[in-house]
C-alpha cells in the first residue's frame, strides 16, 4: 500500500472522508493509505468464501461480511477493509459504518499484500478480543492458513492443502479447498 496523500486525520474525519471517495483507503494512527484494486480471482476466492459462510450462517447469530465493511481495531487507532470477516457479536450486526468484534477474519493473499497481511495488519488484528481465528488464503499454493487463539492467548497454526477441507472451528464449519478455489485456473 501506498500513502493516499501527506494527510492526517482523527478517527472521526477519516471516516467523514472516506464516505465520500471513490476508492476504499485504510486508515491507521492519522495516516491514510490507498487500497489497490484486486485482480480477478481475488475477488472470485473471497467471494466463494462468504458466498460459503453466508449460506452456512442462515439463521444463525453471526454474520459473513465482505470487504466493503471496515474493521476498527481501537487499540491502535486503525480501520482496515478485510477481504471477508464473520461476527457474532449484536453490537457488530448494528454498525452502520464499520465492524469492532468479528471471530474470523480472512486474508486472500496477494503478492503486494502478502508480508502486510503475515506480519503488521496480523499484529493488528490480534489486538481483537474476539477474533478466534484468522484465515490467510494463498491462491498460488492453492493453500489455506489458519491460525487459532488458544485459550492460554497464544495463536496456533494449522495449513489446510491437497484437497483437505478447511475447518473453521468456531462456526463448526468444513468447507473443501475444491469449493474456496471454485473458478480458478
Known amino acids: 500500500m501506498q500513502t493516499a496523500e501527506a494527510l492526517v486525520f482523527t478517527a472521526n474525519d477519516y471516516l467523514e472522508w472516506e464516505a465520500s471517495q471513490e476508492q476504499k483507503h485504510e486508515f491507521f494512527n492519522g495516516e491514510v493509505f490507498a487500497m489497490g484494486g484486486a485482480r480477478q480471482e481475488h475477488v472470485v476466492v473471497s467471494g466463494n468464501l462468504f458466498a460459503s459462510l453466508k449460506q452456512h450462517l442462515r439463521n444463525a447469530p453471526c454474520r459473513a461480511y465482505i470487504s466493503d465493511m471496515k474493521l476498527r481495531v481501537e487499540h491502535l487507532d486503525a480501520f482496515y477493509y478485510p477481504d471477508v470477516m464473520v461476527s457474532c457479536d449484536k453490537s457488530d450486526h448494528k454498525a452502520d459504518q464499520f465492524?469492532?468484534?468479528?471471530?474470523?477474519?480472512?486474508?486472500?493473499?496477494?503478492?503486494?499484500?502478502?508480508?502486510?497481511?503475515?506480519?503488521?495488519?496480523?499484529?493488528?488484528?490480534?489486538?481483537?478480543?474476539?477474533?478466534?481465528?484468522?484465515?490467510?488464503?494463498?491462491?498460488?499454493?492453492?493453500r489455506v492458513e489458519c491460525f487459532r487463539r488458544t485459550s492460554d492467548n497464544k495463536w496456533l497454526l494449522q495449513i489446510y492443502e491437497?484437497?483437505?477441507?478447511?475447518?473453521?472451528?468456531?462456526?463448526?464449519?468444513?468447507?473443501?479447498?475444491?469449493?474456496?478455489?471454485?473458478?480458478?485456473e
Not at 162 to 184: K, Y
Open 99 to 142: 465492524l469492532s468484534n468479528p471471530s474470523i477474519i480472512i486474508e486472500v493473499l496477494s503478492d503486494s499484500t502478502e508480508a502486510y497481511d503475515r506480519g503488521a495488519k496480523f499484529a493488528a488484528y490480534r489486538k481483537i478480543e474476539n477474533l478466534k481465528e484468522y484465515f490467510l488464503i494463498d491462491i498460488t499454493a492453492r
Open 162 to 184: 491437497n484437497g483437505q477441507s478447511c475447518e473453521f472451528n468456531s462456526l463448526e464449519f468444513l468447507v473443501d479447498l475444491a469449493d474456496i478455489f471454485e473458478d480458478i
